[in-house]
C-alpha cells in the first residue's frame, strides 16, 4: 500500500467498526452457509476441508468430503494411501498435484505429530500444500484462534465497502492487507465473523453484486459512490468461487 500503514481506525472509526461486525455477524446468522466442515471443530476434518477447498468451488468439495473422509478418517489411514487411490477419489476436483499431495500430508502428520494436526502456525505451514489461509482456517476453526482469513472474496468486499484495497498485483500475498484483516476481527466471535466475511463476499458482494440484499450498502463507500464494479484479481483468483 506505500507508505505508512493504514491501522484500522485510520481507514475506519471504531462507532463504524462496532456497526460493521454488527450487521455482518446479524447477516449471517440468518444467510450463512452451511456446510459439514462447518460442523465440526475436529482439526483433521477441518485441514482437509480447507486444502480441497483450494480454488474450488464449494459445492463440488461438499460432494466428496464425506466419501474422502470415509476413506481417510484420520491422518494414520491417509498416511497409508498411494497417490494413485487419493488422485482416482477427488478426480472430479481436478488439480491432480494437490491429490498426489494428500498421502504425503498424512505421513508428515503421522511423523513429525504423531497423527495430530498441531496448534502451531510455524508447524502448519510446514506441512505439504499448507499456506497462510489453510493454516489460519485451522487455526480459526478447529483451534479457535483469533486470526484473519483473507480470500478473494473478503477482498473485494473490503475494497468495496470501506475502500481497502491492496495494490499488489496477488492481493491475498499483500501481509498489510492479513494485518487490517487481523484488526477487524472482533474479541468475541472471531470464527463466525470470518466465516461471515467470507459468506457475504460469496453470496452478495460478488463480482457482479447484489447491493441490495447487502446489509452494509448504507455505508458502502462503493454503492454509495456509484462506483461497484469488479476488483482486478489475479489469475487464480478469478477462477476460485469456492466459498
Known sequence: MGGKRAEVGD????NTQQWLRRRVLAWFRTNGRDFPWRETD???????????????RADLVERLYDRFLAAYPSPHALAKAEPAETEALLGPLGFLHR????????RALVDR??????????????????????ANAVLTIAFGRRMPLVDPNVIRLLGRVIGHASTRARPRDD?????????LLPRRGAREFSLALVDLG???????????????????EAFLS??????????????????
Open 11 to 14: 481507514l475506519i472509526p471504531e
Open 226 to 243: 456509484g462506483t461497484v464494479t469488479p476488483l482486478p484479481l489475479d489469475r487464480a483468483e478469478m477462477r476460485t468461487a469456492k466459498r
Open 113 to 134: 505429530h504423531g497423527g495430530d494436526v498441531p496448534r502451531s502456525k510455524s508447524a502448519l505451514l510446514a506441512l505439504p500444500g499448507v499456506g497462510e489461509y489453510v
Open 202 to 220: 460469496a453470496l452478495v458482494c460478488r463480482r457482479r453484486p447484489r447491493c441490495f440484499e447487502c446489509p452494509l450498502r448504507s455505508r458502502c
Open 42 to 56: 475436529d482439526p483433521y476434518r477441518v485441514l482437509i476441508a480447507e486444502l480441497l477447498l483450494q480454488r474450488t
Open 175 to 183: 501481509a498489510a492487507l492479513w494485518e487490517f484483516v487481523a484488526h
Open 99 to 106: 491429490s498426489r499431495r494428500l498421502p504425503a500430508l498424512g
